[in-house]
């Protein structure tokens, strides 16, 4: 069965200072992974996908094969990057996800 | 961007009630909604994908009978807690699919969650 695992509950680091959440997942087959986001009071929504490779607000993930695993990074955090930050896996044909523990994330000034 | 509703967004009820949540779509179709579950602290857990048009499809170690999930329209999906008992209060979840033709993923639009507290 697939899972993802975040290890970390919380993260605090200074405003200026890098930022990595981890993520890993075990799955047979192709992984889709997906970064998702809830600011405080707020709903969750997408972050980014590995697919898209593309970097937002900041963030970027690289998908590993070899170590499993879709860690979120951002060179510079800000304040404003203070949230609770899930790592997803799609499987299969379909468009269920699995999702990962969550990590909150405390950028300290 | 697609905004997902919830309604209620927060409900308390006496235990042996019947609850009902429903979850919209507001300015797309959704052929698809799904509905979760958290726990205080806990990652969200799919309970069920909903269909328009056809009968749920439950995870493993959900009870259908006692998760009624309806899926009338395209923007529409109500799940029905019956009976509620104290363990199922909980943070409900759903999210929505966007219509659209072509494989590939659509990406998924949650709405803001519903507090269920059962007394």
């Known amino acids: 069965a697939q899972r993802v695992t975040q290890p970390e509950k919380l993260l605090s680091v200074f405003k200026g200072a890098p930022v990595e959440l981890k993520c890993n997942y075990s799955?047979?087959?192709?992984?889709?992974l997906f970064w998702y986001v809830q600011y405080s009071r707020q709903r969750l929504q997408l972050l980014l996908r590995?697919?898209s490779r593309e970097s937002i607000k900041g963030f970027t993930a690289d998908l590993n094969k070899g170590e499993t695993s879709f860690h979120l990074k951002k060179p510079f955090a800000q304040e404003e990057d203070s949230a609770m930050y899930y790592c997803a896996l799609r499987t299969g044909g379909g468009n269920k996800l699995t999702f990962g523990t969550g990590t909150q994330l405390k950028v300290e000034l | 961007g697609a905004v997902v509703s919830q309604h209620p967004s927060r409900v308390i009820c006496k235990s042996g009630t019947s609850v009902k949540i429903e979850c919209r779509s507001l300015?797309?179709?959704?052929?698809?909604m799904f509905w979760y579950r958290q726990f205080p602290k806990q990652s969200l857990m799919l309970m069920a994908t909903?269909?328009?048009?056809?009968?749920?499809?439950?995870e493993q170690g959900v009870e259908k009978d006692k998760f009624l999930i309806n899926h009338a329209s395209l923007t529409l999906s109500t799940l029905t807690v019956t009976s509620a008992h104290p363990e199922d209060s909980s943070f409900y979840i759903c999210?929505?699919?966007?219509?659209?033709?072509?494989?590939?993923?659509?990406?998924?639009?949650f709405g803001p969650g519903t507090r269920l507290t059962v007394l």
């Open positions: 799955y047979s087959g192709s992984p889709e």
């Open positions: 999210s929505a699919r966007a219509t659209t033709s072509g494989g590939g993923y659509n990406e998924q639009f």
């Open positions: 909903s269909n328009e048009g056809s009968k749920a499809t439950y």
């Open positions: 590995h697919i």
């Open positions: 300015d797309f179709q959704a052929t698809t």
